[in-house]
């Protein structure tokens, strides 16, 4: 099937379903039009796949080949260079196109800038959106700019969008106060922990998108994205709560964002296809 705003990449090595088969359907975006920092996020769908090479897809933890489940890789969206409103509108029309084609299919988007994210979550209108991410990106504009990166969570939550955010530990007094006025929880990422995560997203409306900023992690696990934070969770903090929410809840869609870098088996790449291998498993094996 082709697809109207994409375009061929490399892609997962596994045997490839097509999207209208496929329970899991990966797209890339490839962007970084309002990075402030560290440039190379729109190298990060590339990245991440290159990283897959290096794994089993057999996962240990779940007794399961990842490689027998029905995954489609539509390659990447071919972003509008320094538009994040119409590269988000083309990763809109994509899932879109995807969910007529195959309303059972999970979205998986590998990114990329997260300011992508919102074209996600308006295709797929979640009732919730839990986050783990470093910064509470609920700026109302920033560099003149309200689809900058650091504003995606406050343009979901204009949508209506429940949202509970976790690993925070940056953000602006404004930010904060906003997420008190509309009631946006979050936790920062030294009080974070696994129960205070269940209480906050137990409660919450189905189906949820899930969407991990790779920058969430310690340092040590992510050198390479666009505004790095010391004090990040681990990875068995995020796989953890990875695994309740989708035995637990309804999963709209998942994406993996901000991986930068400019070599090929870079850690940070090497951490996300781990989260990916995991988050598939994880979906493939749950109960009905």
């Not at 379903?17 to 990060?44: M, Y």
């Not at 790095?228 to 990875?235: S, V």
């Not at 901000?258 to 994880?282: C, H, N, P, R």
Request: charged share 25%; with cysteine.
């Amino acid at each position: 099937m082709d697809f109207l705003y994409t375009c061929e990449t490399l892609k997962l090595e596994f045997p490839l379903a097509e999207p209208e088969e496929a329970k899991f359907v990966i797209l890339g975006v490839p962007f970084d039009g309002t990075t402030s920092f560290k440039p190379g996020a729109r190298f990060g769908p590339t990245l991440i796949r290159h990283a897959t090479l290096n794994l089993e897809s057999y996962i240990l933890d779940y007794d399961v080949d990842i490689a027998e489940f029905p995954i489609a890789d539509i390659g990447d969206v071919a972003v509008v260079a320094g538009d994040p409103r119409k590269t988000a509108d083309r990763v809109m029309e994509t899932i879109k196109e995807l969910k007529r084609v195959n309303p059972s299919a999970t979205p998986i988007l590998l990114g990329g800038e997260h300011s992508q994210t919102l074209g996600a979550v308006e295709a797929l209108k979640p009732a919730s959106y839990v986050v783990f991410d470093a910064h509470l990106d609920l700026r109302e504009s920033y560099e003149d700019n309200p689809y900058n990166h650091a504003c995606v969570a406050r343009r979901i939550s204009e949508l209506g969008v429940r949202e509970a955010m976790f690993g925070i530990r940056s953000g602006t007094r404004e930010e904060v106060e906003y997420a008190e006025r509309e009631g946006i929880a979050w936790v920062h990422a030294r009080d974070y922990d696994f129960e205070a995560f269940v209480e906050l997203v137990k409660p919450l409306p189905e189906p949820i998108y899930l969407s991990v900023d790779i920058d969430v992690f310690d340092l040590s696990l992510v050198p390479s994205t666009g505004t790095p934070e010391a004090g990040g969770l681990g990875f068995w903090d995020v796989v953890e709560a990875v695994e309740w929410l989708v035995e637990n809840k309804r999963i709209a869609g998942f994406d993996i964002m901000e991986v930068a870098g400019s070599e090929l088996g870079d850690v940070t790449a090497l951490t996300a296809a781990k989260l990916l291998f995991y988050f598939i498993g994880a979906m493939g094996t749950r109960r009905p």
